[in-house]
């Protein structure tokens, strides 16, 4: 069965600085997609981005960046700079394809980020 | 083009009774589906409406159940609610079951 694990529960930073949050994937299925999302505190996820698992290239989008490693089986996410607004609960998710399941996502808990000034 | 959206945003029932909840998906996306959030449980998949048909479900129990309607908008029911199904429900639609999903801001469930 596939499990998504965010070992990180809750960081904290201070505004500016860097901040890597850790996603570990299982899957049987060699065809799958990856997904990060974030939570504010209004509750609503907002989607980030997604991967399918051919696609190993990271990906940068402004101050966010995403490192795809199927060789362990992680999918992290950094952020460049961090600011304020950036803290939320960001989730990252699995959903496999070859089961037929591709609309399902498996969700890891969480990882709550603060960004102080 | 509009977002997501649930109605109500909030509601609180009593055990025993059942609950309705709607959701509206983006314009053109034929696949609903809804997630749970509790702090216990975290995040989990309900079930998944495509063309009015329910293609994907979770583990969940016959108490939930869901439709869709022909313009995609779906509703899900909760009969004989319990304390544990006070949750945030959250929709999501996207284009199709390979495309990435996008949420509603959820509707918050209280079960007195």
């Known amino acids: 069965a596939q499990k998504v694990t965010q070992a990180q529960t809750e960081i904290s930073v201070v505004e500016k600085e860097d901040v890597t949050l850790d996603c570990v994937y299982e899957?049987?299925?060699?065809?799958?997609?990856l997904f990060w999302y974030k939570q504010p505190p209004s509750g609503e996820l907002v989607f980030l981005i997604r991967?399918?698992?051919?696609?190993?290239q990271n990906e940068i989008s402004g101050r966010y960046s995403w490192n795809f490693q199927k060789s362990t089986s992680s999918f992290n996410f950094t952020i460049t700079a961090s600011q304020v607004v950036d803290s939320a609960v960001y989730f990252c998710?699995?959903?496999?394809?070859?089961?037929?399941?591709?609309?399902?996502?498996?969700f890891g808990t969480g990882t709550r980020l603060q960004v102080t000034l | 083009k509009a977002g997501v959206t649930q109605t109500p945003r909030y509601l609180i029932k009593t055990r025993g009774q059942q609950v309705t909840l709607s959701c509206s998906p983006i314009s053109g996306h034929r696949s609903v589906s809804w997630y749970q959030q509790t702090p216990g449980q975290g995040l989990q998949f309900l079930f998944e409406?495509?063309?009015?048909?329910?293609?994907n479900k979770g583990n969940f129990p016959g108490r939930f159940s869901g439709r869709q309607f022909s313009n995609s908008r779906s509703e899900m029911n909760v009969s004989t609610l319990e304390l544990g199904d006070s949750a945030l429900y959250l929709c999501a639609s996207s284009l199709g079951d390979r495309n990435e999903q996008f949420f509603g801001p959820g509707t918050r469930l209280t079960v007195l």
């Open positions: 991967r399918n698992s051919f696609d190993e």
């Open positions: 899957t049987r299925d060699t065809t799958y997609y």
């Open positions: 998710a699995l959903s496999e394809v070859g089961t037929g399941t591709a609309s399902k996502l498996t």
């Open positions: 409406y495509f063309s009015e048909t329910q293609r």
